[in-house]
């Protein structure tokens, strides 16, 4: 029986993978800065299921959350680090407060947790933590810089972090989902082709962090198009930008 913490899991792909784990029969501790949704699968899975208010941006947020989990857990063998956040921003109307909310969120609320996960970890003898970036980590994307430079750092973050952990049998794996059905991508007023629904989201990830994935990358064909974008010219790149904004509802 694996023990798992999942942040973000009040809805979207954390709370489609809150819902596989729990039905796999693992133990699982879920964050969320909002905490409504869990009290009806506390009902349901009384022994194998706690949960508590966590906004992963807040460093002492996260000590006190992982303190619950390990409570509640004894210790644990996953952390799905998956809270995340999305903004349109301009550059004509530039403030950068936004900028920081997108990045103490997606990049610094990753880190806060490494700051407790990997002591813990190496004192369990291993463990595994599963981050989920983005595939728009590719590019500065108009309209939508804060988001997927933030995505860049967190996966750079991580690839050095695999690099060094491993020696302390502590495996780090990057989930770079594309589009998924979510409140976050309800936002977007742009074409978002191949999009999946959260529950398939976490199939894909449950499976392939079974077999010992590293990189988990889907949908494939939206992950071959920005391949593809990431080895295109700077030119080229730089004038099809002049024509493409993200527009995200606030």
Known sequence: MKNILISGASRGIGWALLQKYLKEGCRVFALSRNTLNFSPLKEQFPNAFDYSSCNVAIQSDVEIAIQNATNFLNNIDLAILNAGISGSESFENFSSDKYKDIFNTNLFGVLHFF????????????????????????????????????????????????????????????????????????????????????????????????????????????????????????????????????????
């Open 115 to 250: 700051e407790y996960l990997i002591p813990l970890m190496k004192k369990n003898n291993g463990g595994t933590i599963a981050v989920t970036s983005s595939l728009a980590d590719v590019r500065g994307f108009a309209g939508s810089a804060a988001y997927s430079s933030s995505k860049a750092a967190l996966t750079r973050t991580l690839e050095a972090a695999r690099a060094e952990l491993h020696r302390h049998n502590i495996k780090v794996v990057t989930i770079r989902p594309g589009f998924v059905r979510t409140d976050m991508t309800a936002k977007n007023r742009f074409p978002m082709p191949f999009m999946i629904e959260p529950d398939q989201a976490a199939e894909i990830i449950f499976n392939a962090l079974e077999t010992g994935k590293s990189r988990i990358n889907f949908p494939l064909p939206t992950y071959l198009i920005t391949n593809l974008l990431q080895i295109m010219p700077d030119a080229l790149f730089d004038f099809v930008m002049k024509f493409y904004k993200v527009s995200i509802d606030e």
